[in-house]
């Protein structure tokens, strides 16, 4: 039998700044496929010094982006990543000897450390900040995105699984970037919004403040990071009501 085929899929919007360390730890799949989303950074000339297997193209929605990478990859297995996370050479050795290993369709949740700046923060993460763990493998044809501006769901068939090495998310690089990507994400989430035609109402959104906060600093042990726990467990409760005042008062 074979050995495992193995792609990468990579969807990219003007990451030049992060994109060479993240397609350089990703030598050791056999293709790699980048979606080069209206980049007009040096993203392109970087992910051709990579791989041959790039797309460029402008897509609304995150769903139909990540879709066209993972239907143009060949390999048996996918690896999805951003180009803000780093797969680490023990995570690199795990992932080839599972795949060469599994049968049958699966997918593959991996443990993700993430980073704000220098300070790596296990705990609390939640709404759309960060993960604990993520689906990133899978054989291909077992994930399929759905709708969406932020986060939108998947579908997932096969076994679910999980790897123990840990995948690294270099989420923000210091308090200004947690604050732009509030206002990018809440824009987004209120175009959405917007678009259902269903935005929800000012109490509960107000309710939602407390109750995302009390998941993600108590809930999910936000306390023991200190004050950046307390800080992403804000945010957390400040989403859905920026959200919901944006989709209310502003216009796409």
Not at 171 to 183: E, G, T
Request: negative net charge; aromatic residues 10%.
């Amino acid at each position: 039998m074979s050995a495992a085929r193995l792609s990468a899929v990579v969807v990219v919007h003007n990451e030049e700044a992060q994109l060479d360390t993240c397609l350089a730890l990703l030598a050791f799949c056999d293709e790699i496929v980048v979606v080069l989303d209206r980049c007009t950074d040096g993203s392109a000339e970087i992910a051709r010094r990579h791989t041959d297997h790039v797309i460029e193209g402008g897509w609304e929605l995150e769903g139909p982006r990540r879709n066209t990478g993972l239907n143009a990859a060949s390999g048996d297995w996918i690896l999805e990543v951003d180009a803000d996370e780093r797969v680490r050479p023990e995570l690199a050795r795990e992932i080839r000897s599972t795949i060469d290993t599994a049968d049958g369709p699966a997918h593959y949740l991996i443990p993700f450390d993430n980073y704000i700046g220098d300070h790596r923060v296990r705990h609390g993460w939640g709404a759309y900040w960060g993960v604990s763990a993520a689906i990133r493998l899978f054989t291909r044809g077992a994930k399929i995105w759905g709708e969406g501006r932020v986060h939108p769901g998947i579908e997932l068939s096969g076994e679910r699984r999980w790897l123990s090495e840990r995948m690294d998310h270099l989420v923000d690089r210091d308090i200004s970037d947690m604050f732009a990507r509030l206002d990018r994400y809440t824009a987004a989430h209120a175009a959405d919004l917007r678009a259902s035609g269903k935005i929800g109402s000012l109490p509960k959104n107000v309710l939602r403040i407390f109750s995302r906060f009390w998941k993600c600093y108590v809930a999910r042990g936000g306390w023991r990071e200190g004050a950046w726990g307390f800080l992403i467990a804000l945010f957390a409760g400040l989403y859905p009501i920026l959200s919901y005042l944006r989709a209310r008062l502003e216009s796409d």
